[in-house]
């Protein structure tokens, strides 16, 4: 796997985890407010209910009205939306947060509301509760406060006993205060739950356990939010891999086709898709297969048509032999046969090297070899055997310090060779090898002062066993994988083999171009 496709991938699960955390804030926030709306209305519904009970609300020495901002309003001066006062109608407890706390409001009878304004809620709750529980077991005789205590308990919703025993007492700090003010609210060691202390008349201790505050992260919250994050998680990685299991078999599907023999059967890689490296990768080998069975096709081909020549001579050349009875003529027809023999073994190493280096190419030790002596020993051994020829060699000035190379020299050597010797088979004359090196590349050009190559064609003579419709025929000898092999070979040292006009002689031009140096991790 490429650094690439991890990568995409860690980023869509970063873009994925970003959306699930909007989603469960979005989540969390939404749920809260209606969950925190329900718990404002719910938790002083009883006290409301109590107060909707009083007989004579209205009275002076009423216990809300010393502390709390508590008042019988009508309904139209309240001016209310329309959703509030029709929950009214319905005989609901509203509770309305405002800019300094809450008001709640409750049916009053004849058009009246009863409203209390409390500035923490859950503390002023607590201790209106906790007032109309004192002043009841304040009324009460000792022996009915135990009764009453827990009818009052049933009515307000809240938890009322005696305290009575040292390890029930609270801490000394709240004992003071509720020997000072008679009622306490006071909050657990935890700072959640909230209590009321207070003292009655006759010095007796009360103690009053309140609901629970509402609490954001309750245990239904976490249940919630874990079930949506693992529900949005799963079904996107279903979705993920579905895409990624979708790619894979239309890849196995191709891989189906080439193997019934649909070569040109090719995966369809979309850039947006996590296995379109592996698309492309698929497709180069494909590409490359197709490229080998097809070499494999024209390369069994034109060995058949090229085999046929020399072995009708050779067949040929027996039968003169068996009625020939010249000596002269016997020993001609012997060193034609061997003639035709050894052109049969030229043309069967040519095609196993050129086999060789197309379909996977040698195992190349690259070493570090001079150039500019390769191309001196070439020019030297073809001038030899052209001495009709003039074959020189032209170093640029500056080559040879950038002269070492990392090389196969053997065949970099036949490169040059290749190139040197065709050019001299079309040459009127002159074969020039000019060489130039400097610190990042090597480049070789061949040029002649032959007809040259139509450009049309520059591409046409690297393939194999190719011909051409001019002087470049049959009659001026080779087989037509020269060139091809010098590609090969330039392409396994990473560089290109490209043809062109010699502008200084008049013919073609072969240019050879490959990197000087090779990373340490090309070198096989």
Known sequence: MSLTFFLKLYARFAGLMVLVMLLCVALFVGVNAVRSMAWHEHFPDPLMRWLQAEPDLNAPEHWLHAGYDFRIVDINELKLAPLVEERLGYDQVVSLET????????????????????????????????????????????????VLAKQLGEALAVGIGRVSEPETLPSDEVLEQ???RGVVFFRDDSGGVGHVLMQLSDGELFRIDMARPFDPWALPVIVLLVMAVGGVLAVVLVLALREVDNNL??????????ARG?????????????VSRLAASFNGMAEHIQRLVQVQREMIHAVSHELRTPVARIRFGV?????????KRLEKQLEGIDGDIQELDELIDEILTYARLEQGGPVFSLQEGSVTDLVRQVVSEQQLIRPALTIEADIEEGSEQWAMA????????????????????YAAGRVRVHCHIDEDNCRVDVEDDGPGIPESDWEKVFTAFARLDDSRTRTSGGYGLGLSIVRRILYWHGGQAFVGRSERLGGARFSLVWPRKKPVDAIV
Do not use: W
């Open 99 to 146: 800019g300094v706390g809450y008001r709640v409001l409750a049916q009053g009878g004849d058009g009246k509301v009863i409203q209390v304004r409390f500035e923490e809620l859950y503390r002023g709750v607590s201790e209106a509760t906790a007032m109309i529980v004192l002043r009841h077991l304040d009324a009460a005789m000792p022996d009915d406060r135990a």
């Open 178 to 180: 509720v020997l000072r």
């Open 249 to 258: 078999r239309m890849v196995e599907s191709v891989v189906v086709r080439i």
């Open 262 to 274: 649909e070569m040109g059967a090719r995966v369809e890689s979309g850039s947006g898709t996590l």
């Open 319 to 327: 039968q003169m032999i068996e009625n020939c009875e010249d000596e």
């Open 406 to 425: 990392d090389i196969e020299p053997r065949y970099i050597h036949r490169a040059i060779q290749n190139l040197v010797g065709n050019a001299g088979r």
